[in-house]
């Protein structure tokens, strides 16, 4: 039984985008969904099941960070079956020539989270990575659909105002953006045996001080969420 999740078994989709903000998730599904039912309101974290060219696909709010994302997509999983989960979320570039709009495949999560050495302890450094399947689908479908995309490693971050945080070494070792919450995705696919993705669009850039403002981030970044539902719906 779900604590987070007020759904009956059924009601979710083996394939879900995860987007942090629950008002994305709302976007998504009303704008690119047919066939859709409101499947969770608990904390106001929508929940949503429809169809996309005709194949069940839910999308789920997760909240910021890595312990609010893992609590979903744990209860996803363990729940309600769930086989993939793709992140479709914002990220602050570390590249000088990353624009805003710009659309990134994470296939690795760097981190300064404790909760790798939560769960391996302080002997190894575990490396969270993306789902092979799923990172060519998506870097086929984004040709298929004429997105550019990057493919790389992003810094997925602990806490979101971090003056610590060294971002220009990290640009150095090709790390190309920053957000908050892939490296625990990675991490429970990882442990559940499920195939994750995470989808970033550039919403800021650290270095040249560009900035989308809230109403973009929620509503405007429609290439990953185009590219998100194209690889979903590939079996």
Known sequence: MS???DAKQGDIAEVVLL??????????AENFLANVTQYNTVRNMFGYTGTYQGVRVSVQG????IPSLSIYATELIQDFGVKKIIRVGTAGGLLPELEIGDVLLAEGASTDSNVLQATFGQAISFAPLASFELLCQAHQSAKQLDIPVRVGNIFAADRFYNDEIDNHKLAQYGVMAVEMESAGLFLIGAKYHVQTLSILTVSDNLVTQKYADAKMRETAFQDMMRLALATAVVV
């Open 3 to 5: 604590t987070h999740i």
């Open 19 to 28: 987007p942090g903000d629950p008002l994305r998730a709302k976007f998504i």
């Open 62 to 65: 997760s909240g910021m960070g």
